[in-house]
């Protein structure tokens, strides 16, 4: 873990995948500490964190089409990391 958060700190900027958000949504086992400490930083301000709207619309079309509302904690999540505010087209 320490290595992985040594390496993420040497970037300002990161990019996150689908996968990143799936695995801390779904408390992977294996994957979500990683992604806690990831997201940690991003929300602390020690990273900036950028995603493509591709990614949005994978983790939102899902539960649009099954009739289910996205969790709390998935509209926390995309609310506090990345602002609308902060959104470019």
């Known amino acids: 873990m320490e290595r992985f958060i040594a390496r993420v700190a040497k970037h300002y900027v990161i990019g996150l995948d689908t996968n990143i958000f799936i695995y801390h949504l779904e408390q992977h086992p ?3 500490p990683l ?3 990831l997201l ?5 301000g020690r990273q900036k964190a950028i995603t493509s709207v591709i990614t949005v619309m994978e983790l939102t079309v899902h539960p649009w089409k099954s009739g289910t509302r996205l969790s709390p904690v998935s ?7 990345f602002p609308i505010s902060s959104w470019r087209t």
């Open 75 to 81: 509209t926390r999540c995309f609310s506090s990391i």
């Open 35 to 37: 992604t806690q400490a």
């Open 40 to 44: 940690l930083g991003v929300q602390a």
């Open 30 to 32: 294996r994957y979500q």
